[in-house]
């Protein structure tokens, strides 16, 4: 026993030797891998960067609804061709397919239908396909008499667009677009 007890006493008497440098090898494989670590950082946060800049996620911004709009369903003349557009069960649109106009306001008597469970709003497009009116949104039981052109119409017989926009009500989600042909005859009452 005596002897493993002075074996015991030497090992805790041993001292590492102390080397005034370390290794070179040893340094260049540090500095290799720290390098490594920093182009790999380095890339990453340029990576996080770039995909911040480019696919921000941009902020919805809906369109109001129109002040104008008046609540009930329009009683419009034969003449005028008002009929209801079914795109889907629930999904109905009615307007006037040979509106009167005075050669700047339009009376289409644009409809959304209290059946309707759809949101919807209208622009008016010309033949190259530039927006000439266009309406805030209506909801189910709401119409809009007349819609006013940003500039009057020149000719007898204008063909334009009614290009219809329809939302889910409260999430503003897609229902789709319908464009509508049709033409617009100068003063027609």
Not at 23 to 39: A, E, H, M, N, P
Not at 118 to 123: G, I, L, P, S, Y
Request: hydrophobic content about 35%; some cysteine.
């Amino acid at each position: 026993m005596a002897v493993m007890i002075s074996k015991a006493k030497e090992a805790l008497e041993l001292e590492l030797q102390k080397i005034p440098h370390t290794c070179q090898t040893r340094k260049r494989r540090l500095r290799s891998i720290g390098l490594v670590y920093l182009c790999i950082l380095m890339v990453g946060i340029l990576a996080a960067v770039w995909s911040y800049y480019h696919f921000q996620p941009t902020a919805l911004t809906h369109p109001d609804f129109d002040p104008n709009a008046v609540t009930g369903t329009p009683q419009v003349d034969e003449k005028y061709g008002y009929s209801t557009l079914t795109l889907e069960d629930s999904y109905l649109v009615c307007l006037c397919g040979v509106p009167a106009n005075d050669g700047q306001t339009v009376e289409f008597y644009l409809t959304n239908p209290p059946e309707s469970q759809v949101w919807f709003r209208a622009e008016i497009l010309d033949e190259q396909g530039n927006q000439i009116g266009s309406t805030g949104v209506l909801r189910p039981g709401e119409y809009l008499p007349s819609i006013t052109l940003t500039r009057p119409l020149t000719q007898r017989e204008t063909p334009v667009t009614v290009r219809i926009v329809a939302y889910e009500p409260d999430t503003w989600q897609s229902r789709g677009n319908v464009n509508l042909n049709m033409t617009l005859y100068l003063e027609y009452s």
